[in-house]
């Protein structure tokens, strides 16, 4: 990270703590269902935490995702739910909004890496968090119940090496609970706390409302 990115984003996340809390909602149009597979979910919502450690730095914050089928939103809070980060792509075009700014990007990758420095795969974690492999993600190991232990995204140069830890049920389906990512020096932890499938229409027969 920058200098002056990294003090002013450290700062933030843990000064803003003292300061009044922001809801996170999710949207009308959406409605919880449970799926048996999370490649059944139409969209997902999840929260947890994001532990980042680079050779001069490491902090914590919590972490919120929200995925659709043509949209992105990701958000970083304090522990009160006061956002400091926010990068939503929708149509094509990424925004990223910190520090009271908003910057605009047709690649949302580029433009966390430009504005912040940080080097986070948002292009392939919607797939990592639900313990799926992207179509240039090589699968080196894979557990008894053939989900992956290890697989390494060899569209990155170096690649990203991420290994799923622990894996957990939500809304009916499997997906992990710890993952840990390594690229060269930088290394990324994100611990899922809570995932929700969700859905734009009735529910189907794999698709089903929580009771």
């Known amino acids: 990270l920058s200098y002056f990115t990294k003090t002013k984003l450290l700062w933030m996340i843990f000064s803003l703590s003292l300061l009044s809390a922001c809801a996170t ?11 048996s597979q999370v490649s059944q979910a139409q969209a997902w919502e999840m929260q947890g935490k994001l532990a980042v450690r680079t050779p001069d730095d ?54 966390l890496t430009e504005i912040t420095g940080w080097s986070i795969p948002v292009d392939s974690l919607p797939l990592w968090i639900t313990g799926q492999a992207d179509v240039d993600d090589k699968v080196i190991s894979q557990d008894e119940q053939l989900r992956p232990k290890v697989i390494l995204s060899l569209s990155d140069t170096p690649p990203w090496k991420v290994e799923f830890k622990s894996w957990q049920q939500q809304s009916g389906a499997q997906l992990p609970r710890l993952l840990q990512l390594t690229k060269g020096p930088l290394r990324l932890k994100i611990q899922i706390s809570h995932w929700q499938a969700l859905a734009t229409t009735e529910p189907t027969n794999n698709q089903k409302s929580p009771k």
């Open 25 to 35: 909602k999710t949207p009308n149009d959406l409605i919880p269902v449970n799926v």
């Open 58 to 111: 490491k902090f914590s914050t919590n972490l919120y995702w929200l995925h659709t089928p043509d949209s992105n939103e990701l958000k970083l809070t304090t522990m009160l739910g006061t956002t400091v980060l926010s990068l939503t792509t929708q149509h094509g075009i990424a925004k990223l909004e910190v520090d009271g700014k908003v910057y605009k990007h047709h690649d949302a990758q580029e433009l």
